[in-house]
C-alpha cells in the first residue's frame, strides 16, 4: 500500500451521471455543511487568485531567463502518463538503459519557483494543505489558473522542472548515485493510462521501447517492494499504474534520504507508524475467516503483511474490499513529522516523504522548497501537524460525502469517474 499512489480512474464510455437539479441543490448543499464542519475553504480570496493569474503572464521569456541557471533537459525524451480527465501533469519521466543500470528521471513541475514563501498563494496553500478529492467536485490547495497552465508539464511546451535523477543498479535496484536539481524540461507526449498500455502492446510506436524499459523497471521495483515486506492492498494493477507508483516511490525515497543522510536536515517525513502484534492477529482472523479466502501457510509465520499480500492475490475479486478494510481498520493513520524515524510501516521503508505532487500536496511543496534552499521553515513541525490534521478533515470529508451520495442512490464510484449532468426530471437515471 501507497499513500503516494496517484489518484486513480478515467471518464467511462456511458457518459456522465444524469441527476435532477432538485438532487444537484441537496449534493451542493450536502457540500456546503461538510466545508464548513471541517473547515475546507471552496473558494480562493481575489488576492491569491490575481497573484496567481500574474505569474502567468510573459511566461516564455522567464523560461528562456533562467534556462542558464538551470539544467537543460530539453531534448531528453520524456513524457507524462495520468488519467484521461486529468487537469494538470505535474510528473513526467524518462528512462535510459546503460551498461548495468538504469537511468531514471523524474521531473516535476517547480511549483515553488511560482509559489515562495512570501506570497498569498504560500499562504493559502498553508491553510488548506492539500486538495481534496470529492466525486466529481474538487477543492484544490493551489489556484487552478496556475496549476493547470505554468505548473502543468505539458506537451510541446518548455516547463521549468525540479528533476530526481537516479542510477539505479542493474543488479539489486539500489541507488548508485542520485541528483536533484532545477531543470527545463519539454515533454514530447501526453499519454493517458490507455494509451501508455497501448505502447506497451506494440513497442514500434512511438515511446512504446522507452515504456517498455519503465515497465520492466517499475516491475522489477514493484516485486522486489512486496518480497521485502511492502504491504500492496491493489495486486491487480495496471502497467501504466505501475510505471508511474513505482517511478513515484523511488523519487521520493531518493529524496528523502537525500534530505537526511546526506545532509542530515528536518523536512516533512512521512511516518507511518505499525499496529500492534494483536492488531495484525485480529486483521489475518477476519481475512482469514471470508469465504474463498486463505493465507497460504508458509505467509502465516513471516511478515504480517507478506501475508496480506498472499491473500489478496489468491482472493476472489469480491473479497478484495473486505481485505482492504480488515487492514485499514488496524492501520494506524500515517503522519507528517520533522524527523523520519520510526519509518513508514506500510511501505516498508526506514526513510520516506513525499517530493512528486506539490500541486496538491503541501509536504511536497514544503520539500521542494528545503531541497532546493536547504533552509527549513522555522515552523516545521507545526506545518507537519497541520499538513496530517488537514489530510485527515480532507478524507473524513471525502467520506461522508460518498455516504451521502449513496443514500440518494448514486455511486460514488461511478459519479467519480464520469461526472455528473443536471438534467429534467424525466431524464434524469442517476441510479447506477
Known amino acids: 500500500m501507497s499513500d503516494d499512489e496517484p489518484k486513480q480512474g478515467s471518464a467511462e464510455d456511458q457518459g456522465p451521471v444524469t441527476v435532477t437539479e432538485a438532487l444537484a441543490e441537496r449534493l451542493a448543499d450536502k457540500r456546503e455543511d461538510l466545508f464548513e464542519e471541517f473547515g475546507i475553504r471552496d473558494e480562493f480570496p481575489p488576492a491569491v487568485l490575481r497573484e496567481a493569474e500574474a505569474r502567468t503572464e510573459g511566461v516564455p521569456e522567464e523560461i528562456q531567463a533562467e534556462i542558464d541557471e538551470r539544467r537543460d533537459l530539453r531534448d531528453l525524451t520524456t513524457w507524462t502518463t495520468d488519467p484521461i480527465d486529468a487537469q494538470d501533469f505535474d510528473d513526467a519521466i524518462s528512462i535510459e538503459r546503460e551498461e548495468d543500470a538504469y537511468r531514471l528521471w523524474v521531473h516535476i513541475a517547480d511549483v515553488t519557483h511560482y509559489v515562495t514563501p512570501d506570497t498569498a498563494m504560500w499562504e493559502e496553500a498553508v491553510e488548506r494543505a492539500n486538495t481534496v478529492y470529492l466525486p466529481a467536485y474538487t477543492i484544490h490547495m493551489l489556484p487552478p489558473v496556475l496549476a493547470e497552465t ?80 511492502s504491504l500492496v492492498l491493489n495486486p491487480s494493477r495496471d502497467r501504466a499504474h505501475t510505471i508511474i507508483e513505482e517511478s513515484m516511490l523511488k523519487a521520493n525515497k531518493a529524496v528523502t534520504h537525500t534530505l537526511m543522510w546526506d545532509r542530515g536536515v528536518e523536512a516533512m517525513y512521512r511516518v507511518h507508524p505499525q499496529p500492534t502484534p494483536d492488531q495484525w492477529n485480529e486483521a489475518l482472523k477476519e481475512i482469514q475467516e471470508l469465504d474463498g479466502v486463505s493465507i497460504p501457510g508458509s505467509a502465516w509465520g513471516d511478515d504480517p503483511r507478506k501475508a496480506v499480500n498472499a491473500a489478496l492475490e489468491e482472493s476472489p475479486d469480491r473479497q478484495l474490499n473486505k481485505i482492504q478494510r480488515a487492514v485499514l481498520k488496524v492501520m494506524p493513520r500515517a503522519k507528517y513529522m520533522n524527523d523520519p524515524f520510526g519509518g513508514h510501516h506500510a511501505l516498508n521503508f526506514d526513510i520516506y516523504g513525499h517530493f512528486t505532487s506539490p500541486i496538491r500536496r503541501l509536504s511536497d511543496m514544503i520539500n521542494h522548497w528545503i531541497v532546493h534552499e536547504n533552509d527549513v521553515p522555522e515552523n516545521l513541525i507545526e506545518l507537519c501537524d497541520r499538513a496530517s490534521d488537514k489530510q485527515k478533515d480532507g478524507e473524513t470529508a471525502e467520506r461522508l460525502y460518498k455516504q451521502f451520495l449513496q443514500e440518494q442512490g448514486l455511486d ?19 441510479t447506477v
Open 150 to 229: 505554468v505548473c502543468s508539464l505539458v506537451p510541446n511546451e518548455d516547463r521549468l522542472a525540479h528533476t530526481v535523477e537516479m542510477e539505479i543498479d542493474d543488479e539489486t535496484l539500489s541507488f548508485e548515485d542520485v541528483e536533484i536539481y532545477k531543470s527545463v524540461i519539454n515533454s514530447d507526449e501526453r499519454l493517458t493510462y490507455n494509451e501508455c498500455e497501448n505502447r506497451l502492446e506494440d513497442p514500434s510506436l512511438p515511446l512504446g521501447e522507452e515504456n517498455e524499459l519503465a515497465y520492466e523497471l517499475a516491475d522489477r521495483m514493484h516485486e522486489q517492494r512486496k518480497e521485502d515486506g
Open 412 to 430: 460514488p464510484y461511478a459519479v467519480n469517474n464520469r461526472g455528473l449532468e443536471v438534467v429534467e426530471e424525466e431524464e434524469a437515471k442517476h
